[in-house]
T-cell receptor, first 112, second 113 residues
Framework: SQKIEQNSEALNIQEGKTATLTCNYT??????LQWYRQDPGRGPVFLLL?????KEKRKERLKVTFDTTLKQSLFHITASQPADSATYLC???????????FGKGTHLIIQP | DADVTQTPRNRITKTGKRIMLECSQT?????MYWYRQDPGLGLQLIYY???????NKGEISDGYSVSRQAQAKFSLSLESAIPNQTALYFC????????????FGPGTRLTVT
């Protein structure tokens, strides 16, 4: 069956360091992969999209990589700040006519 | 004003009651979605609509129904609420096109007692 895995445990990172979050998937051939940020009690907010033919995408302090051979995406936040503390969701779209399929998210805590 | 609004934001209801959650958007998007989120389970797709005449079931549609009253409005109904429908419900929209990003509303926290 199709499966998306993100670290279920909270990730604690010291302020100023790079935070790296992992999204692994099985039995998918996604055309796209997206990352969202979700704060407690709020709706997810889109951050980045990367296509299957792209290896890397950057936006300010964010970087996403996509390895279709490993079936893995890595999400990096450089020079992390306490304000980056949130839950980060990866979502796969197979290019079909339905909604995104979301991972359960990784809770990131940036400690001052 | 928010692009995607949901009402009510919080609701407590009793088992067996009918309840409607409403979603409105000002983004002019054709596609709208309803998700539910439970702790530890992530977001699950309930229903989605690509236009007013197109309604599709998602992965967990049992016990739910929807109505797309206009391009801007998409309502989710629980015909007879049960306690395991207690969850956070999100509406989302997208402009369409493969892989297009989704814009989420603020959510409705529903408790069924």
């Amino acid at each position: 069956s199709q499966k998306i895995e993100q670290n279920s445990e909270a990730l604690n990172i010291q302020e100023g360091k790079t935070a790296t979050l992992t999204c692994n998937y099985t039995n998918y051939s996604p055309a796209y992969l997206q990352w969202y940020r979700q704060d407690p009690g709020r709706g997810p907010v889109f951050l980045l999209l990367i296509r299957e033919n792209e290896k890397e995408k950057r936006k300010e302090r964010l970087k996403v990589t996509f390895d279709t051979t490993l079936k893995q995406s890595l999400f990096h936040i450089t020079a992390s700040q306490p304000a980056d503390s949130a839950t980060y969701l990866c979502a796969l779209s197979g290019g079909g006519a339905d909604g995104l399929t979301f991972g359960k998210g990784t809770h990131l805590i940036i400690q001052p | 004003d928010a692009d995607v609004t949901q009402t009510p934001r919080n609701r407590i209801t009793k088992t067996g009651k009918r309840i409607m959650l409403e979603c409105s958007q000002t983004k002019g998007h054709d596609r709208m979605y309803w998700y539910r989120q439970d702790p530890g389970l992530g977001l699950q797709l309930i229903y989605y609509s690509f236009d007013v005449k197109d309604i599709n079931k998602g992965e967990i549609s049992d016990g739910y129904s929807v109505s797309r009253q206009a391009q801007a409005k998409f309502s989710l109904s629980l015909e007879s609420a049960i306690p395991n429908q207690t969850a956070l419900y999100f509406c989302a929209t997208s402009p369409g096109g493969t892989g297009s990003k989704q814009y989420f509303g603020p959510g409705t926290r529903l408790t069924v007692t």
